[in-house]
Structures are given as structure tokens and as C-alpha cells.
């Protein structure tokens, strides 16, 4: 008895150890952002935090700054996740290829992602420079501008800089994820398509993609999820600026919590924001769920 109890026990106390883990690291800071969302703190005054309700959601639902940031991390995300899977289907199907120095050239579209985040942000506020970054110093060169371009300070210019940058950082994991994808399907679907007359076209839009769909939705959600949380890059190289030009959700709470001290009110923000991340985890979820 004591022996079937022990084998039972045994994957669950071995277990126990990460369970503890991730109960300190994840799920106490999400429940006590959540209780102190229900309250008015701030730490900038010295008094005891009151049970407020639900004053600060009803406050987030009139705060235009925070309905801005949120549209504006919805809408970048999306324009982010098009480019990335448009541009990482087309890497990995060209690292797919019997090309010279395959392995070598696998190895260099890895480096944006292997690098930082905020290491990232520092290189590209650097390259972006208006008085003497490498970006204006090459489309001079190339005569495709006459002056040098604001890149980080000028509004659209500095919005536009912003998501390049983050697709940039984001089409390695989509291209790796895609190149297996591509590699685990049988090739004598392609040598039978080949023999019925298929083009490389038809071949792509008829077998690749479709055994793709699966991959492809997985790494999706959660490339979407973290370019919707991206705080590092956004606040190294704009930092939510010029004005409100590249001022994401993230770095929104951020501003909150860490420069006016508003926690309680930063709490309600990023409840709502995982709320709205809830929504792709689900979908995440139940397709593994299938599987």
C-alpha cells in the first residue's frame, strides 16, 4: 500500500518544486495586481490605499490617453503579424532550398532574435539617428533622400520606425518555426505533384501552405501576444514619444506605475490588457488542445 501510495506521490512531489516557482513568480503578482486594482493607491501619497470598487475601470473607459494606447497596440500588432508571417514564410522557404552556405545564412537570420531587446533598441536608435545615423547616411548615398529624415522625431516617421523595428526582431522565430514546419513535410507529396505537372507555385500554394496552417496559426498567437507586450524596444528608442506618436499599452502602464506612481490605477490598466491577451490564449489553448 505504502509503495503504490509512494509511486502515485512521486511525479507530483517532483513536480512541486516548479509548481511553488511559478505560483510566487506568476500567479501571486497577477492576483495581488488584481486586488490592487479594486483599490485607489498611489505612492506618492502617504495615506492607507481605500477600497475603491470599480472606479478606476470606469476611469480607464474615459481616459483617452489609455483608449489611444490600447487601439494603437491592437492596430500595431496587427500590422506587425502580417509582415512577420509574409516575410518569415518567405525566409523559410528560401532556407528550405538547396542554396550555397544554407547552414551559414540560417545562422545570420537568427541574430536579430538571439540579440536583446534592449540591446536591440539601443542598435536601432543609433542606426536611426537624425543628425548621424547610418540610415540616412545610406539613403543619401543612395540619392533616394536630399536631407536627413527625423526619423524618431517626427511623428508618422517615429511610428513606422517603431514596428520596422519590431518586425525585424520578430521574423527570425517566425522563419525558424516555419523552415521545421517546411522540413517535416513528406517530401513525395511534392515528387507525386511534380509528376502530375505542378509548377513550384502550385506546389507552394496547394501543399506547403496548407500543411503549414496549423504552424502557422500556432506561431501567430504567440508572436501577436508578445508584440502586443513589447515594452523594451518601444521604450529605448521612443519611449512612448514624440508626444503620444509610439505610446503602446505596455509602456502606457509602465509610465503609470514607475513614473507617476500611480499603482493602483496601473494595476486596472493591465488587467484590462490581460484581458485582452486571454482572448489569443484561449484560442492557443483549445488548438492544443485538438491536437
Known amino acids: ?44 501619497r502617504p495615506i492607507t490605499p481605500v477600497f475603491v470598487g470599480v472606479e478606476n475601470y470606469a476611469k480607464l473607459m474615459k481616459d483617452s490617453m489609455f483608449l489611444n494606447a490600447l487601439w494603437r497596440s491592437i492596430v500595431w500588432t496587427v500590422v ?4 512577420e508571417m509574409a516575410m518569415g ?15 551559414l545564412f540560417r545562422c545570420l537570420v537568427l541574430i536579430p532574435w538571439i540579440i536583446p531587446n534592449a540591446i536591440a ?6 542606426f536611426l539617428n537624425e543628425s548621424f545615423g547610418m540610415m540616412n547616411y545610406l539613403l543619401k548615398s543612395t540619392g533616394l533622400i ?22 525585424w526582431k520578430s521574423i527570425p522565430f517566425v522563419a525558424i518555426t516555419l523552415l521545421a514546419g517546411i522540413q517535416a513535410i513528406p517530401g513525395d507529396l511534392y515528387e507525386a505533384a511534380k509528376v502530375d505537372g505542378a509548377r513550384s507555385s502550385q506546389c507552394f500554394r496547394f501543399i506547403t501552405v496548407p500543411m503549414l496552417r496549423n504552424i502557422m496559426l500556432i506561431t501567430a498567437i504567440l508572436t501577436s501576444i508578445w508584440n502586443f507586450n513589447q515594452l523594451e524596444i518601444i521604450q529605448v528608442v521612443t519611449k512612448g514619444g514624440p508626444g503620444e506618436a509610439t ?30 491577451l486571454i482572448i489569443p490564449c484561449i484560442v492557443y489553448v483549445r488548438k492544443l488542445l485538438k491536437e
Not at 503504490?4 to 513536480?15: I, Q
Not at 506587425?80 to 509582415?83: D, E, H, Q
Not at 533598441?121 to 543609433?126: A, E, P, T
Open 121 to 126: 533598441g539601443i542598435i536601432w536608435k543609433w
Open 89 to 103: 514564410l518567405l525566409f523559410a522557404v528560401l532556407l528550405s532550398k538547396d542554396i550555397y552556405c544554407k547552414k
Open 146 to 167: 536630399s536631407h536627413n529624415l527625423a526619423w524618431l522625431s517626427d511623428e508618422k516617421l517615429a511610428a513606422v520606425s517603431v514596428v520596422t523595428v519590431i518586425i
Open 1 to 44: 500500500m505504502k509503495k503504490r501510495v509512494k509511486t502515485v506521490l512521486s511525479p507530483y512531489l517532483f513536480l512541486l518544486p516548479c509548481a511553488l516557482l511559478i505560483l510566487v513568480i506568476l500567479i501571486y503578482p497577477v492576483l495581488s495586481g488584481l486586488v490592487n486594482s479594486f483599490y485607489n493607491e498611489n505612492l506618492i
Open 247 to 276: 505610446l503602446s499599452l505596455p509602456v502606457y502602464i509602465y509610465r503609470l506605475f514607475m513614473q507617476t506612481f500611480q499603482t493602483s490605477y496601473a494595476s486596472a490598466a493591465a488587467v484590462v490588457m490581460m484581458m485582452v
Open 80 to 83: 506587425i503579424l502580417i509582415f
